[in-house]
């Protein structure tokens, strides 16, 4: 191998692995605008439908282009799941459980990375040459969970609201929190409350981007 082969391939591999998390981090900024234009629970979907295609890219790739690509639609979901997930989770949970589910995602995040170590340890015991592929290919596995659920989960309260869509947001709200029909004066003033509140959101742009550069690290 000479010098300029094997620069080469350190580039490549250096932009193998780079890949995802420049992608993760441009994906965050589209990602703020859709998750407030859509809902969460559409955001969720597409980054499980980038880390589904990834994944599979990544399990068939049969040149490191073909990998490139396929790291970089899994940043693109890092960065939309990144973005909606938290925020889902923080809108749906009773208060008495939101801190708990939050850092909750924070160590099923951890535990994946441990279960990704063991798998390659164990993919790496595989004879002949496609261990990698089954150890790049199962990611497709929480894939397929994050995209489901992005169909099937309801869309959270805060969501409906700042969309416009006040009445189904007071609605979801209710039912969630199993008001009664006399509580429906608390309700709206709520939902005007929390109309306030992702109004002055908007403007804050200045949180919003130091947030949205924070989030893929």
């Given at each position: 191998m000479t010098v300029r082969t094997a620069n080469l391939t350190v580039i490549l591999l250096q932009l193998f692995t780079s890949s995802l998390y420049l992608a993760a981090l441009v994906a965050s900024f589209f990602a703020s605008a859709v998750t407030r234009a859509f809902g969460r629970k559409i955001s969720m979907f597409v980054?499980?439908?980038?880390f589904l295609t990834g994944s599979i890219l990544n399990g068939f790739?049969?040149?490191i282009a073909m990998l490139i690509i396929g790291r970089i639609f899994l940043g693109l979901g890092v960065g939309f799941c990144n973005q909606s997930v938290p925020v889902y989770l923080y809108e749906m949970t009773p208060a008495n459980l939101r801190g708990a589910l939050n850092i909750g995602f924070q160590m099923a995040t951890t535990i994946g990375i441990l279960v990704a170590n063991l798998i390659n340890y164990v993919t790496s015991k595989i004879h002949g040459d496609n261990g990698w592929r089954f150890s790049l290919g199962l990611a497709a596995i929480p894939a397929i969970m994050v995209t489901i659920g992005g169909l099937l989960l309801p869309d959270s309260p805060n969501s409906l609201v700042d969309r416009g869509k006040r009445q189904g947001g007071c609605c979801r709200r209710s039912v969630a929190l199993k008001m009664s029909k006399?509580?429906?004066?608390i309700l709206s003033r709520q939902a005007r409350n929390l109309s306030k509140c992702l109004i002055h959101q908007r403007t804050s742009l200045k949180g919003r981007i130091g947030l949205?550069?924070?989030l893929p690290f």
């Open positions: 980054g499980g439908l980038n790739g049969q040149n006399r509580s429906s004066k949205n550069l924070s």
